[in-house]
């Protein structure tokens, strides 16, 4: 266990803890990370990187290259929040009205700036390190937004990682997963166009309401009767909308779904299932519709090689006991699934604590934050693995 490691980041936790703070204090959205990208390209230049704005928009990069090691990494970190009114009563709560760091976020910016800070000085690598500032993860997509403006083509990488915080996991402790290791999500909008009429001669009318209640209904057996009882999917009617008053049958009806699923190709299933009930059972009750089908996040695969390795790293810094080597999947999405279709890697978790700790508090949840213990380790890991990726031989 390499606990002279992570004591020697904890020397130095304070100030990125405080760091974290205000973060926490100025949370931005989706694209709009100004202030916080500004920040991270001030740290960053002053430590030696050399650093570009303004990628994806709102993303920025620093590169430090040493030696003449071949090997090139990527690290990657989420800086965007969510629109949640935070209800933690901490003395560095959001500022800003409808804006907080819900997702911890904050923390997964600052454990990179501590590590960032630590290979600059005192790294012991031969080779390129590349250090990514992701906007907009929350619902923007803005993975796909530095990529199309180049980013790996400006910033080529053999490997990327990135980690994210979990609730309901022992605090510090490092989650690991070869193969699926989060879903995909696909949204879609079905608009049902009935014929209005008197809720007392309905036989005059084409009701889409009952329409959508039986598509409601149909669509459960998607799951059930279309999907491999092996695989995992999920299809959620969120909204349906439809008419103001009891008598009256109105003349459209909508509906709001949440598709997903940790196999492509049941995600193909899933949509070409969809749309075909959907248009059946329309026509079966004499209205007309349109699918409004909208792609969200793929599904995030880690690769074998990278994750064997990610797991190495862990088991040498914390220790066999606080390392899960394969951990279950997870039904959210993360829109770093990009960046893996085109670079191999793998998506790591730190627990934020469970039962009792201040960190259990699921994210989302206006009473969550992140869990200040995690930059130390966080940092750590993230220093060894550049470490053991760019120079295999460094001693720990």
């Given amino acids: 266990m390499v606990t002279t490691l992570i004591d020697t980041l904890q020397e130095h936790a304070e100030e990125f803890i405080g760091l974290r703070h205000d973060i926490h ?21 002053g430590w030696g990187y050399a650093v570009e704005r303004g990628l994806g928009g ?33 003395d560095y709560a959001s500022r800003h009205v409808g804006v907080m760091h ?7 910016t600052v454990m990179l700036l501590a590590a960032a800070r630590h290979l600059a000085e005192r790294g012991r690598f031969s080779g390129t390190l590349n250090l990514i500032f992701q ?8 993975a796909l937004r530095m990529m199309e403006n180049g980013l790996f083509d400006k910033y080529p990488c053999d490997a990327v990682f990135a980690m994210h915080n979990m609730p309901d996991v022992p605090q510090g402790r490092l989650v690991l997963r070869e193969g699926a290791a989060m879903a995909s999500s696909d949204y879609a909008t079905v608009t049902l166009e009935g014929t209005g009429g008197h809720g007392a001669m309905p036989h005059r009318a084409a009701d ?11 669509l459960q057996t998607v799951v059930s009767r279309n999907v491999d009882p092996l695989q995992m999917a999920v299809v959620t009617v969120g909204a349906l909308h439809a008419g103001k008053a009891n008598n009256v049958i109105p003349q459209r009806a909508t509906l709001e779904l949440s598709v997903r699923s940790l196999d492509r190709e049941v995600r193909a ?47 040498e810094l914390l220790g066999p006991d606080r390392v899960t080597l394969q951990g279950p999947a997870l039904s959210g999405s993360e829109d770093f699934a ?19 700790d201040a960190g259990a508090c699921m994210v989302h949840n206006p ?29 720990p």
């Fill in 25 to 45: 204090r100025h949370p931005e959205l989706a694209f709009d990370e100004h202030r916080t990208s500004a920040l991270v390209a001030e740290k960053l230049q």
């Fill in 338 to 356: 990009f960046m893996l279709e085109r670079v191999p890697g793998s998506y790591l978790l730190i627990g934020n604590g469970e039962g009792d």
């Fill in 135 to 142: 906007p907009a993860e929350e619902g923007g997509g803005g």
């Fill in 269 to 315: 299933t899933l949509e070409r299932r969809i749309k075909a009930l959907v248009a059946a059972q329309a026509e079966s009750f004499g209205v007309t519709t349109h699918i409004d089908w909208r792609p969200g996040y793929a599904v995030l695969v880690n690769t074998p090689e990278e994750t064997a390795f990610a797991r190495e790293v862990a088991l």
């Fill in 208 to 218: 889409p309401v009952v329409a959508a209640a039986g598509i409601v209904m149909a």
């Fill in 102 to 108: 819900a997702c911890g976020h904050d923390g997964h």
């Fill in 58 to 90: 709102t993303g920025v990069v620093g590169r430090l290259t040493r030696g003449d090691g071949p090997r090139r990494l990527g690290l990657r970190a989420d800086m965007d929040a969510l629109p949640i009114d935070e209800a933690t009563g901490l």
């Fill in 367 to 395: 009473g969550y934050d992140f869990n200040d213990n995690n930059v130390a380790i966080g940092s750590a890991y993230w220093v060894l693995l550049a470490e053991r990726f760019l120079h295999a031989d460094v001693a």
